[in-house]
């Protein structure tokens, strides 16, 4: 599999193909199920500095084609992950990114810098949680506020930072600009969609939340839009994400410009799935004469 190779960001990896944040846990327990020196890298659950409880009630509905999510970015916090959970993932046979979120530009560099040890090699900054000091809009929204948390993650950590934008905006590279002239090494995209579910027997909204963040194959039209004006507009790497499923939906997302592609919901549906889309990967090179999946990158014609 030596054609799946990829460098992403100074870190070599087995294949493009990374676990999405929030549908690999850990990647403890997948290991059962996927061989992990297939895939690129895992990129964990947020991870704020203080543990966050969730929302409450229903987190999860089936939509057409994908699901909704209010989990409310639940998570154990660093200081735990770091003691309980790191000395295991550290004998993982594959690349961990640590996903980070915070409420305040000051939560976001202090969960930085906490993170930044052995066996951590990348972060990845969320930017679609609220920010609690400036009226609850998500940082993810605002190309200054998307900057300004860029900025204090990297003079916080010595890590390579990937920023993960949100697709719930009008005008999605400005905020990638944004976050490339404040210093990131790279981008990821997309996070969730904002959406709605209705149970019309009771004529209330199926999640607790309300509102919640659609994922899965419903999603990939609007993410691979989003990689490809990204792509054109940013000299940094990009990491497409959103509603992969299969092999070629990897090729679709290299070809809009991502160097490197996450998988999500597909993991929730079979725990399996990271291997199967490394191997269909594979097959697609073979076809298709590709010996190395880099030069796919950015190849779209139009
Ligand atoms: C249950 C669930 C939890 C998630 N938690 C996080 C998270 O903690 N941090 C984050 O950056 N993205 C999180 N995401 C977003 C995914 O990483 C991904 O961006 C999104 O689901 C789109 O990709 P997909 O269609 O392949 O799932 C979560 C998604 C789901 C479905």
Request: with cysteine; net charge neutral; proline share 6%.
């Amino acid at each position: 599999m030596s054609h799946l190779n990829v460098n992403f960001l100074g870190i070599p990896m087995a294949s493009p193909v990374i676990g999405a944040s929030g549908t690999v846990g850990f990647g403890l327990e997948l290991a059962d199920y996927v061989d992990l020196k297939k895939v690129g890298a895992l990129s964990g659950k947020g991870l704020a500095p203080t543990p966050w409880m969730g929302n409450n009630g229903v987190r999860i509905a089936e939509t057409t084609s994908g699901m909704l999510n209010c989990i409310g970015l639940e998570n154990p916090g660093a200081p735990y992950f770091l003691e309980h959970y790191l000395p295991e993932v550290k004998k993982l046979p594959t690349i961990f990114i640590a996903n980070m979120v915070g409420k305040s530009v000051e939560e976001y560099a202090e969960c930085a810098a906490m993170l930044t040890v052995p066996g951590i090699s990348a972060l990845e900054v969320n930017i679609s949680c609220p920010n609690v000091k400036v009226g609850g809009a998500a940082f993810g929204t605002n190309p200054k506020q998307a900057a300004a948390v860029t900025k204090a993650v990297k003079d916080a950590s010595s890590l390579p930072v990937i920023v993960k934008l949100s697709p719930n905006v009008t005008d999605i590279v400005s905020i990638a600009k944004a976050v490339e002239d404040a210093g990131a090494d790279a981008i990821s995209l997309i996070n969730t969609l904002l959406g709605i579910s209705i149970d019309i027997r009771t004529r209330k909204p199926i999640l607790g939340n309300i509102t919640g963040g659609l994922s899965g194959p419903a999603i990939k039209p609007v993410a691979l839009r989003m990689v490809w004006q990204v792509s054109k507009a940013v000299h940094i790497p990009v990491c497409g994400l959103g509603g992969v499923m299969t092999g070629t939906d990897v090729v679709e997302f290299m070809m809009a410009g991502a160097s490197t592609v996450q998988v999500g919901t597909a993991n929730l549906a079979d725990p399996s799935a990271m291997g199967r889309i490394v191997n269909e990967l594979d097959e697609w090179c073979d076809k298709n004469n590709v010996r190395d999946v880099n030069e796919i990158v950015g190849t779209l014609k139009a």
